[in-house]
T-cell receptor, first 110, second 117 residues
């Protein structure tokens, strides 16, 4: 069964304290690995898509990386406005269906 | 990025009534849209895949007759919760498959909060 597992479930950081979120996957024939940000009561906001091991993408304080078994979302010098739930999802080749992890709830304290 | 809208954003209804939720892709054509539901503090659960001009494909355990999906055009899909009951109360989110630059992804709507009394 295809699975996406995120860790930790929750993470509290002080403003400026860099850290990483983990997403491990067992999606056979992974086509794409997606990162989204979700604020309470809102739909997920697209951040990145990664396709192959070794690929990296950056956006402001966020950088996503991908290996053959997992992906990391690195947050550099986070600010309180980065507080949200970060969701990881994968798709199989030939399918557009996203398999989501349970998310990591990030809280950044000022 | 691309924009997907949902309407209404929030609905309260009586048990036994039907509720229709609209999902629109505002600046791109979406041949495929997806409907999810999300319970508090849980991740998104795919309910069905909606393809323009054809019948929706439902995930295992999702009742086709209860959650009616229509994808009549490349920019509009609707989800109708028929004879809603309190256990149908949830956060319903749609998404549309699209491309941002060279990145394929799904763009999500803002969600619809359904409360059945």
């Amino acid at each position: 069964e295809d699975q996406v597992t995120q860790s930790p479930e929750a993470l509290r950081l002080q403003e400026g304290e860099s850290s990483s979120l983990n997403c491990s996957y067992t999606v056979s024939g992974l086509r794409g690995l997606f990162w989204y940000r979700q604020d309470p009561g809102k739909g997920p906001e697209f951040l990145f898509t990664l396709y192959s091991a070794g690929e990296e993408k950056e956006k402001e304080r966020l950088k996503a990386t991908l290996t053959k078994k997992e992906s990391f979302l690195h947050i550099t010098a986070p600010k309180p406005e980065d507080s949200a739930t970060y969701l990881c999802a994968g798709t199989q080749g030939g399918s557009e269906k996203l398999v989501f992890g349970k998310g990591t709830k990030l809280t950044v304290n000022p | 990025g691309a924009v997907v809208s949902q309407h209404p954003s929030r609905v309260i209804c009586k048990s036994g009534t039907s509720v229709k939720i609209e999902c629109r892709s505002l600046d791109f054509q979406a041949t495929t849209m997806f409907w999810y539901r999300q319970f508090p503090k849980q991740s998104l659960m795919l309910m069905a895949t909606s393809n323009e001009g054809s019948k929706a494909t439902y995930e295992q355990g999702v009742e086709k007759d209860k959650f009616l999906i229509n994808h009549a055009s490349l920019t509009l899909s609707t989800l109708t919760v028929t004879s809603a009951h309190p256990e149908d109360s949830s956060f319903y989110i749609c998404s549309a498959a699209g491309t941002s630059g060279r990145q394929e992804t799904q763009y999500f709507g803002p969600g619809t909060r359904l409360l059945v009394l």
